[in-house]
């Protein structure tokens, strides 16, 4: 579909970075998700953190769970309307995707990816991780890196930071970061302010001449002379460097403790290490665009709203960065693939019938499956109960198909529910339902499975993309 004639979509992107020093969740993340803004809402959140606790029984734990930080904030957003759209974890570094139910089946081909840069690539507390999508057609990424620290390690930081654009997604019939429509580039960076002294930096900061150690810092140096970084770009840095607090303060370093050997560990100087940059791929480097847009018109344009820090936040020695972004775009994407409707009234005093219709251009698989969620679902696998799209087929016309589901999967207490239609090759949801109801059963029922534990309680046969479908064999 060409873009020509439609409408331009306008979605607003609020991106957070936060090194959250092996914490755990704070008590309250209001103010960080911007949860009581008065401009419009939230159409996707990208939560980027590093440093998220590692050690071998989180670990271990949470490759069997969800991790604590995406349980808290899909606790937070799941409610007013959001799913985790995508995850990806490598060690110590987390990157969060969450999005509105109706941008669901217009986000596709989404990937992730990590890699290594720690102990010459074999160690995970540094690298990247990434996840790419098409959103309403065009190619964007999304990165949270953690870089080596130190002020000296500028080269090495650079160095993987190539390496990682390098290696993401390669050998996959995927673009390369750079080759995205829009690359956003964030995380703790590490980046340090050169040649100043730790007492003219906090001087400057006291007084709130920030602009004083722009041109030390040594990111905004190497934007100026590596040719891999000029076309990025970032916000002004009107906030306080946001390294290295004492915990629980808004007090920058002031410890005393000895080091190894008994000499004085030295005070860090503040840095902005957490960062937020972007970069809009130019229409010169690709042609095939200039066949869909006027070569003055970028099909996708990126304003920055605000670029932030909040001092409030204490339980590490990094303060959390947000930028807030309008992403305008020319649609390539503007129907989805599936339209999905319950027929008649649902309860679970009988079967329901669901009716669907998919577009030519849906790669159907018959792994493919329609679940039953309730509306604050917190992400795919979140589902009440499913029905495979083949094996559950009761009637098929030209222009539309019938799927089953049993009775005994309907929830006896009823409720607000979706239907989201779940393509196998696409790894995505391509068709969302409007709300709707199910009636509650009128026969005596023991009392339903509390929704927390559902999560424990996963059929055997989950769909493929889900979990391993070796089991389905069979069914």
């Known amino acids: 579909m060409e873009a020509a004639g439609l409408p331009t979509k306008e979605l607003r992107l609020h991106l957070v970075t936060w090194n ?27 939560i980027g953190l590093q440093e998220v606790n590692s050690k071998i029984t989180n670990f271990l734990t949470d490759l069997a769970f969800d991790d604590p ?21 490598m060690q110590g570094l987390l990157l969060l995707i969450f999005v509105k139910h109706v941008h669901l089946p217009f986000i596709r081909d989404i990937h992730t990816q990590y890699t290594r840069t720690g102990l010459f690539g074999y160690w995970g507390n540094k690298g990247g991780v990434s996840v790419r999508m098409s959103l309403f057609g065009h190619t964007i990424c999304f990165m949270n890196c953690h870089l080596p620290a130190h002020i000296e390690n500028t080269e090495q930081r650079l160095d993987d930071f190539e390496k990682i654009l390098e290696m993401q997604f390669e050998g996959e019939d995927i673009p390369s970061p750079l080759d995205h429509e829009l690359l956003f580039w964030f995380g703790d960076l590490n980046f340090r302010i050169a040649d100043y002294g730790i007492h003219f930096v906090r001087e400057s900061i006291n007084n709130k001449r920030f602009s004083l150690l722009w041109e030390k810092d040594q990111l905004n140096m190497a934007k100026k002379e590596e040719a891999f970084l000029k076309e990025f770009k970032e916000g002004p840095l009107h906030f306080k460097p946001t390294y290295k607090f004492d915990l629980d303060s808004e007090v920058y370093d002031t410890r005393e403790q000895k080091s190894l050997f008994w000499f004085n560990e030295k005070k860090r100087k503040p840095a902005w290490t957490d960062r937020i940059l972007w970069k809009l791929k130019n229409l010169s480097e690709d042609a095939s665009k200039e066949d869909e847009f006027p070569e003055e018109e970028n099909p996708i344009s990126v304003t920055l709203n605000n670029y932030v820090s909040y001092m409030s936040y204490g339980i590490s020695d990094h303060k959390p960065v947000t930028g807030t972004f309008k992403l305008e775009m020319k649609p390539l994407v503007s129907d989805p693939l599936v339209v999905l409707n319950p027929e008649g009234e649902w309860s679970a005093e009988h079967d329901v019938l669901i009716r669907y219709s998919a577009a030519p251009e849906l790669p159907s698989s018959a792994w493919d499956w329609i679940g039953l969620f309730q509306v604050t679902f917190r992400h795919v696998k979140d589902y009440v109960t499913y029905a495979w799209v083949e094996d559950d087929e009761i009637s ?80």
Request: with cysteine; hydrophobic share 30%; glycine share 6%.
């Open 20 to 46: 959250v020093g092996t914490a755990s969740p704070p008590p309250d993340v209001t103010s960080l998700l911007q949860l009581n803004s008065l401009g419009p809402p939230t159409d996707m959140y990208v």
């Open 69 to 89: 930080w995406s349980i808290f904030f899909m606790t937070v957003l799941s409610p007013l309307g959001y799913i985790k759209l995508s995850s990806v974890r």
């Open 396 to 475: 098929s016309s030209r222009n539309s198909k019938e799927v089953y589901m049993s009775a005994s999967e309907i929830p006896k207490m009823g409720g607000e529910f979706l239907l989201c239609y779940f393509s196998n090759n696409l790894q995505s949801i391509v068709g969302i339902s409007e709300p709707f109801q199910i009636q509650p059963s009128q026969t005596p029922v023991e009392k339903d499975v509390p929704e927390e534990e559902s999560s424990l309680l996963q059929q055997p046969d989950n769909p493929k993309s889900v979990d391993d479908c070796e089991n389905r064999k069979g069914i």
